[in-house]
């Protein structure tokens, strides 16, 4: 079923064009790349000021509520090109372990965020200006990191299987 | 004589160690595009503050001391990542039309960089509060010259990949 999905995917007009041109790839992944660096950076930021390492005269809040839509923006033009990417040739990506297990930290990365936002972030205004920040906080923000320097170093492995 | 020299690097034991071990490449370049992620994005806030288009809380000297430590720092990651990367693969960078376009956007890049901060540094060591108002499209220039060859450069790092 799902494999009929994905052969579905790679006959689809722009995956063709995109495995049939010898620019397209390269020009969508330059973007993909960029995209990646922009939503990477940005989280980096929070996460380094959650972690109480960088930023400390930020409010955590006011900190988030700056660079969450440049996250978001990125995210989606990093999403949209990557998906491209992947239709190219789907069933092969598919089938790599470095492709899953970067999907699957992608996934614990939202989920985690998700938590974040769901209960500490709640109280932000009580603690984002004070120092240090709270253990849980901590966490989230050293989960975020790892997680996303997993996604990053699974997505370049991708290109070597 | 650019043969000579890859030839001679692709012998040397440690490129012949590098090229042997399969996940060195991989991981080296996933510190190198890390290491991109913190220029590109510290890069893309101060020149967007440069532009007039974001951080306008901030002014530009309090942007400039904290993005310019990490601006650097991800700048000597990335030339030992990279070095180790072109060591271990001489032959796919060096003479690589992408690498050397690569390189020249880098040392404009650079440039423009120092050439700012000293601009900026002259203007605070001469009593303005933050970069003089006369220097308003300055900034901008350097902001746009900046972010289009930052852009640039990751953009050509990664047709390395595809090019000769």
């Given amino acids: 079923m799902f494999d009929r999905f994905l052969q579905w995917l790679e006959s689809t007009p722009p995956a063709i064009a995109i495995s049939e041109s010898s620019w397209l790839f390269p020009g969508i992944e330059s973007v993909h790349v960029l995209a990646i660096a922009l939503v990477v950076g940005s989280i980096t930021m929070v996460d380094l000021r959650l972690l109480d390492i960088n930023l400390r005269e930020r409010p955590v809040g006011e900190l988030i509520a700056e660079v969450l839509p440049w996250t978001w923006t990125s995210f989606a033009v990093a999403l949209l090109s990557g998906a491209l990417l992947f239709s190219s040739n789907a069933t092969k990506y598919w089938g790599t372990v470095p492709f899953r297990a970067k999907m699957l930290l992608l996934t614990l990365a939202g989920l985690n965020m998700l938590a974040y936002h769901a209960t500490i972030h709640r109280s932000v205004d009580l603690w984002g200006s004070r120092a240090p920040t709270p253990r849980a906080a901590k966490i989230s923000g050293g989960l975020s990191l790892g997680l996303w320097i997993g996604v990053v170093t699974l997505g370049r492995w991708i290109g070597f299987v | ?164």
């Fill in chain 2, 1 to 164: 004589m650019l043969d000579d020299f890859i030839h001679w690097l692709g012998a040397t034991p440690v490129s012949q160690l590098i090229q042997k071990v399969f996940w060195i490449i991989p991981t080296v370049q996933a510190v190198h595009i890390l290491a991109i992620s913190v220029v590109l994005s510290s890069m893309a806030m101060f020149d967007l503050r440069l532009l007039g288009l974001a951080g306008k809380r901030s002014s530009i000297a309090s942007l400039s001391r904290r993005f310019m430590p990490w601006l650097w720092g991800a700048l000597i990651v990335l030339a030992a990542s990279g070095s180790i990367l072109i060591v271990g693969e001489p032959k796919r960078a060096l003479g690589n039309l992408s690498f050397l376009l690569k390189m020249c956007m880098l040392a404009a890049a650079i440039i423009v960089t120092l050439g700012f901060q000293a601009v900026l540094k002259r203007d605070l060591e001469g009593g303005s509060a933050d970069l003089a108002p006369a220097h308003g499209i300055l900034a901008k220039i350097t902001g746009l010259l900046s972010l289009t060859l930052w852009v640039g450069i990751a953009v050509a790092g990664r047709l390395i990949a595809y090019t000769g």
